[in-house]
């Protein structure tokens, strides 16, 4: 088991800026990639960005790319998710994930189905 809390977010203003953590325990934190994916109210779980296990290959949907920046710190057991330019549809709950196995493209690691474990979420409000 891999237990995954997530931190960060708050009610923020248009172009600001936050960054989100994602603290895991239990299993060895680098043998995972990690995924960040949101829900807004209403709509479906979507994938926002993934790291590998050793943060050599990372990977963001097309909406959020240039703006959002995923990294990790395996000593830390921590993945963080940078999130600058904020819009109102950046609105969401914001999970983190862990997936156990290797992926190399983009439409492997957006799939929510092949994420072992889950956080909690954490709220992201973006005002207009």
């Known amino acids: 088991q891999v237990q995954l809390v997530e931190s960060g977010g708050g009610l923020v203003q248009t172009g600001d800026s936050l960054r989100l953590s994602c603290a895991a325990s239990?299993?060895?934190?680098?043998?995972?990639?990690m995924g960040w994916f949101r829900q807004a109210p209403g709509k479906g779980r979507e994938f926002v960005a993934r790291?590998?296990?050793?943060?050599?290959?990372?990977d963001y949907a097309s909406s959020v790319k240039g703006r959002f920046t995923i990294s990790r710190d395996n000593a830390k057991a921590t993945v963080y998710l940078q999130m600058n330019s904020l819009k109102p549809e950046d609105t969401a709950v914001y999970y983190c994930?862990?997936?156990?196995?290797?992926?190399?493209?983009?439409?492997?690691?957006?799939?929510?189905?092949?994420?072992?474990?889950w956080g909690q979420g954490t709220q992201v409000t973006v005002s207009s």
């Open positions: 790291i590998t296990s050793s943060g050599g290959r990372t």
């Open positions: 239990g299993r060895t934190f680098s043998n995972y990639a």
């Open positions: 994930a862990a997936d156990r196995e290797l992926c190399f493209t983009l439409e492997c690691g957006a799939n929510r189905n092949r994420y072992d474990f």
